[in-house]
């Protein structure tokens, strides 16, 4: 059977509501609020500073370090303990990984630039939400960036493609159900994020890729969005 | 970003305490004087209850998780209610990652106390079966951005986030549908408000910032009830309080405590 309809009356290719906000977190060097649907994440940049652990360092250029962390009251069901979990800190890598390929941190040797992400509430697509507040707050924090970064996902739902699954429709099919997280560099074009769980045809994959692309575009037009509105106002921008 | 550090210079507290002379406070305000307060609700669709305070520049999550679990075998028949509190490295650059610090842990323990001890619920209302399964309440404190007075803050968040709390569904097979919530709400009796009051020089301040906080030569936390009887105190700082100075915190914190409560009625419509 066909998922033909969905379930919130969205388009294939559409994605949540969103909402993006820039300088939320007046103590940061720069912060970032992204909410899509019911998922929504903070983000704070601190640095670049002194870097500790020491052997964490690197002399040529500044490191990101990113955090991401799910508010013990944001999941689905039981509480989720606070602190690092094998999840957790394997998101935070990607997290790194999405974002390190806009930044400039050759002007940084032996710093860090660190980024926190906190979700206090999410419905799928967390770590996508945290790339794009992460995003937001870089930009904010001045740090040289030759795009933002959006990202959202793609994936199968009873053998049909559709954009930024949400928890309901991430349940709806145990067995044939994909979600691949995806981020983007808008400008080149080029993938930086990508997994997937669950089954997929390989050609199917290039048509979820290319489907995906207007939303990561829409995405990246509220990056941008948030960013100036941080600035069009006179300094402040919205205290969280 | 404004980096504020753990102890004030003595020439920055010598100049803030000449102020508090002339009745001034750093951002303006007067020594009893709040920050503007606001109290939102159902912040986090995930959590059974949630909300958001803001006080100036600090604002501070706190959201509610209720579970199905074995009660102590001490009290069999009894439900747990749970206050923790994280100093997210988020907030500020102050805080680092890492497991939780006594400032954490004292902030969650002040305000567990103050629920505790005023008898807020009934910890028997939380039991579905004596000695087999209760209702576990965790209450979880995250602040958003740090500028000071986290308990205060927080406990008025918490109190929020409990009275926004909806119990989920339990199926038929006893667990817990956490996509379903019901009407039923917690009993609380008593809203137990903390309000601290801190100590520089010999003068006393409500809500302090950040950077007043790093001036503190001691604080006292008191819980007050709606009645005015206090149900917790917490005295923290280096320097000690003198009989006077406790009876003029116990005058102001009633005062305060008042205030905070009228806003929270306000907003939770109770």
């Known amino acids: ?240 | 970003m404004t980096k504020v550090p753990l102890v004030m210079s003595q020439d920055r507290k010598q100049h803030l305490i000449k102020s508090l002379e002339a009745g001034v406070r750093i951002d303006g305000r007067k020594k009893d004087e709040f920050r503007p307060l606001s109290i939102e609700l159902g912040v986090s669709s995930t959590a059974e209850g949630s909300a958001l305070v803001r006080a100036g520049d600090s604002s501070v999550i706190a959201g509610v998780k209720m579970g199905l679990g074995k009660p102590y075998p001490d009290t069999p028949d009894s439900g747990v209610l749970m206050v923790n509190a994280e100093l997210l490295p988020l907030s500020n650059p102050e805080f680092e990652s890492g497991p939780p610090g006594i400032e954490s842990i004292e902030i969650a323990r002040v305000i567990d106390r103050g629920i505790r001890e005023s008898h807020a619920f009934d910890a028997k209302s939380l039991c579905v079966e004596p000695g087999e399964s209760v209702w576990m309440v965790q209450c979880d404190v995250m602040p958003i951005n740090f500028d000071g007075n986290l308990i205060d803050l927080g406990g008025l968040a918490a109190l929020a986030a409990l009275l926004d709390a909806r119990f989920p569904m339990v199926g038929g097979d006893g667990t817990v549908d956490y996509h379903e919530r019901t009407d039923r709400k917690l009993e609380l009796e008593q809203l137990p408000v903390p309000v601290t009051v801190g100590k520089i020089g010999k003068h006393l301040l409500v809500d302090p910032t950040q950077e007043e906080e790093s001036a503190l030569d001691a604080r006292l936390t008191l819980t007050m009830l709606a009645n005015g009887d206090l149900c917790a105190l917490q005295k923290g700082g280096d320097e000690p309080l003198t009989r006077d100075d406790i009876k003029a915190m116990v005058s102001l914190a009633g005062e305060k405590g008042k205030e905070l409560r009228a806003k929270l009625l306000e907003v939770t419509g109770r």
């Not at chain 1, 508010?71 to 990984?97: A, L, N, Q, W, Y």
């Not at chain 1, 939400?129 to 959006?150: N, Q, S």
Request: aromatic letters at 4%.
């Open chain 1, 1 to 240: 059977m066909a998922y033909e309809r969905r379930h919130d009356g969205r388009a294939a290719d559409e994605p949540r509501k969103i909402t993006a906000k820039a300088g939320v977190i007046k103590k940061a060097d720069g912060s970032g609020y992204f909410k899509i649907g019911d998922t929504a994440a903070y983000a704070a940049v601190y640095g670049p500073q002194e870097c500790h652990p020491a052997w964490m360092r690197n002399p040529k250029r500044g490191i990101l370090r990113c955090t991401y962390s799910m508010m013990p009251f944001s999941g689905d069901g039981e509480r989720v303990r606070p602190g690092p979990s094998r999840r957790s800190k394997e998101i935070s890598m990607v997290t790194e990984k999405a974002l390190l390929p806009v930044l400039d941190l050759d002007d940084y040797p032996n710093a860090v630039v660190d980024v926190f992400i906190e979700l206090p509430e999410t419905d799928a697509g967390s770590r996508c939400a945290g790339i794009c507040a992460a995003a937001i707050a870089l930009a904010d924090a001045g740090i040289t960036m030759k795009d933002v970064v959006p990202a959202v996902s793609v994936g199968q739902v009873e053998g049909t493609l559709v954009v930024d699954l949400d928890g309901e429709e991430e349940h709806m099919d145990e067995n044939a159900a994909a979600d691949i997280p995806v981020a983007c560099i808008p400008s080149t074009g080029e993938i930086t994020l990508l997994q997937m769980d669950g089954v997929m045809e390989p050609e199917k994959l290039l048509r979820a890729l290319d489907m995906v692309r207007p939303a990561l575009d829409r995405i990246a037009e509220a990056q941008r969005n948030a960013i100036k509105e941080r600035y069009a106002h006179s300094a402040g921008g919205g205290a969280a």
